[in-house]
Structures are given as C-alpha cells and as structure tokens.
C-alpha cells in the first residue's frame, strides 16, 4: 500500500462522518444562520386591528392568533410601508406592490396591467452573495404567468420565476440522489455503527500501516504520524457529536409529489419538500409565493366560511361587509406559515433545530387591500429574538426591513432597491 493510496482511501472514509460536526460547529461559533426562507402573502387584511395588535406583545388578534403556537420564535413589525413611488401600472397597484415587496425597486411599466422587476429580489441578494442554491415555489393553481404570481427577481427585468408543481421542485431537487440513496444510506450507517464503538478506520489497515511505517524515513514518516493524529482527533470529536446526531432525524429522501390539485395540497406539498429540502441541505434559500396578487381562492372548500363567489372580487373588495369572512381566509393563510415554522422549530439540527439555522421572512405586499401602508411583516428564526411586536413609530420602508434580513444572513450591504443606503431597521437588532 503506498501513502497516496492511504490518504484518499482515510480522507474518503473520514468525509462520510463529516456532517455531523457541521450543525454543532456552526453553532458553537455563533455563525449566521445557513439557511433564508421568504413566504410573500397576497391576503393583507380587512383592517390594519385584525392583524396588529393595538398595545402589547400578545397574538391575540384574529389573523395574528394562527401563529400563536410559534410566538416565542416569532416576531412582528408594526408600520413597514412600501414607497408609493415608481410607475403603477393598471391594476390599482396590484403590480406595484407585487413587485417592489422584496425588491424595494420600482417596478418597469410594460403597458396594460402587467410590469417587470425593477432589482433583484433579498432571496437572490443573499443567495448570490453566500454561494447558496435556492429554490422558488408557487402555490396557485395557475401556471406563473403574469408579474402577479411572480415577486421574485435575480435583476432588472429578470424574473425567477416559481415553480408551481410540487413534482417538479422534488425532480428538481432529488431526483439525482435517488439512485445510489440506499448505498450511501447504508455508509452512513456503517460510520455510525463504528463511532458507537469507538471503533477508527484505522483500525481496518492495522498490518498495511505499519508496513508503510517501516518503509517511511525522515520527514515523510512524520507527515504519515500527523496525518493518522488527526483522523483520530477527528473520529473522537466526530463520536462526541454522535449523542446528538443519533436524536436527530436521518436525511431521507421523501416520496414524489402525487397529483396536488387543490389549494390547500398545493401548500402541504411544497412545505414537506421544502422541509425536506432544507433537511437534506439540497437547498439553503427557500421562496414561496402564496397565491397570487388578486387570486381568487374558493376558501369555502376547506375552511369553515360561508360566501359565494372568489376571495378577491366577493370578499377583499367587500372587507366591511365580510369582515369575519376575510380574518379566516388570511388566518388559514398565516397559519399554514406557522406550521411550517413550528415544523422547523421540532426538528433537530445539531445542538439546536432547523429553526435556529434558518431565517424566516415572512410579508405580504397589501396592508388593507390596494393600499401599500403598514403591511405585514413576520419574522422568525436564526437570531431573532421572538415573542414580541415592534413598533418603530417612524416612517419605516421595506427596503429596511430587507437589509435587516441581509445583515442577519452576513450579507453586509449598505441598503437594497431604489435607496441603496436605507440601511436596516436597528428595532430589528437589539
């Protein structure tokens, strides 16, 4: 056996274990979170009290109470605008808002009630900057089409667009892992089984190592020392984190998709192939676009809630009259956010869980429906400390809000959009 071959043939056996230092290492350096999820809701609210609470920290009100099971993660910002400013396309804002809500850039009017991307979206900021592969969804039973399905941008006039199909974002991200998924299973295992025992690969090379011991002088006997001094360090650091790899869930690669076809399967498919996704680190910047601005959800069909018609023309557009109506649509909607946070909170992820690496923004580009003032803004995860409402009481633009997220990932940018020094929102910091 000569040293080339004993090398590669150590350092390949080593990589298998190497994963499970990962999430501990991370967490032990108070790194930035590894992963980005940005969930754009186009529901807003029938009034700004239905989903803020009017004093203190509680999420008690109608919208606000579906993400009561993750308050302690959760944090909401009262009074986040987006600039009026900027073409406006027909449509009584509907492109405006959609695509400046993560842009922060003025929209390009392109005639009739369609318009393009103005800047890149905080995903692509961040995703560019750190290296990292992202993915975007869209839950609407429609194909992305038009700018209204369609908030995310890599550029000026550049969409991302979504993926609407749930199969397709599984083909897309694990398809090529499916076929040697049981040999590299069982590795895994075969590592795990010999730290348990405190078992080295070296072990296994005994008489072939000390073979090329005896034929090593002088310098290269000493490299061949460090180099077994250091697997071993690595092996025994590697068991120490095995108490906490063996609670933590194995990344298996889930079944594909079926046939979602309704709004509420649409939504449970891509959150468990997300979910799945960030596990399985296939991905590490998520984007779903839930609905569409001025979508036209029948929510009768599975919630309890009684009118005729579609949510945008019969009940965002009658919120006085159908107020009731319009908190249990947007609380589904919320909701359905909160799961899958609750989702990323119960699953370990080295010393802590999926939540603690992963930061969520969640935002939706209506306050009230058509206006652009004090619209939504959730965020939960990485180093957000949850529990509270914040209230700036000051002229706050999302661009801030967005450059927040930016310095929370480790992206030190000065500002996003159309005011590149806006700088972040300190309240968000503290």
């Known amino acids: 056996m000569n040293r080339r071959r004993f090398v590669f043939g150590s350092l390949a ?6 994963p499970l230092l990962k999430g501990r290492r991370a967490a032990a350096a108070g790194e930035p979170p590894r992963r980005l999820f940005v969930w754009v809701c186009s529901g807003g609210y029938p009034y700004a009290e239905d989903f803020f609470p009017e004093s203190g920290d509680a999420f008690t009100t109608p919208i606000l109470r579906a993400l009561e099971p993750v308050r302690e993660q959760a944090l909401v910002v009262d009074g986040v605008d987006i600039r009026p400013t900027g073409p406006r396309p027909r449509g009584n804002d509907h492109i405006r808002s959609i695509g400046k809500v993560i842009t922060a850039r003025d929209v390009f009017d392109i005639g009739g009630d369609e318009g393009e991307p103005g800047g890149p979206s905080i995903d692509h900021v961040v995703a560019e900057h750190l290296g ?11 194909q992305p089409r038009s700018m209204r399905e369609r908030p995310f941008a890599t550029g000026a ?3 991302a667009t979504p993926v609407q199909s749930p199969a397709q974002v599984w083909e897309n991200l694990f398809r090529d892992l499916a076929a040697g998924a049981a ?11 010999r730290l348990r025992a405190r078992q080295s690969i070296l072990d296994d090379l005994g008489g072939e190592l000390r073979r090329l011991r005896a034929e090593l002088v002088g310098v290269e006997h000493e490299k061949l020392d460090v180099l077994e001094d250091s697997l071993r360090r690595a092996e025994s650091s590697a068991a120490e984190d095995l108490a906490l790899a063996e609670a933590a869930p194995v990344c298996t690669i889930p079944d594909a998709p079926g046939d979602a076809r309704s709004i509420p399967q649409l939504s449970r498919a891509h959150f468990d192939v997300l979910h799945a996704a960030f596990l ?5 910047v998520g984007g779903m676009m839930f609905g569409r601005s001025g979508y036209r959800w029948d929510y009768q069909n599975w919630i309890d809630v009684r009118f005729p018609g579609n949510a945008h023309d019969d009940v ?9 109506t319009y908190q249990g649509m947007v609380h589904w909607d919320w909701g359905e956010l909160g799961g899958f946070i609750q989702r990323l909170r ?3 992820d080295g010393s802590g869980s999926l939540l603690d690496s992963t930061l969520v923004l969640g935002i939706s580009h209506f306050g009230r429906h058509h ?11 990485g180093p957000v400390r949850g529990g509270r409402v914040i209230r700036p009481g000051r002229t706050v633009y999302n661009d801030q809000v967005l450059t927040s997220v930016a310095h929370m990932m480790g992206v030190p940018i000065e500002g996003i959009g159309d005011d590149p020094a806006c700088g972040r929102l300190e309240e968000l910091h503290g």
């Open 157 to 159: 006039r550049r969409f």
């Open 346 to 348: 119960d699953t370990p």
């Open 280 to 284: 399985c680190d296939r991905t590490q």
């Open 13 to 18: 056996s080593a990589a298998l274990f190497a």
């Open 371 to 381: 206006h652009l003032e004090r619209i939504p803004v959730v965020l939960a995860g």
């Open 132 to 142: 990292l592969r992202k993915t975007l969804v869209l839950v609407e039973q429609r």
């Open 183 to 193: 040999d590299e299973q069982a590795a895994r295992e075969a590592t795990r089984a």
């Open 316 to 324: 965002h557009h009658q919120a006085g009259s159908r107020r009731e």
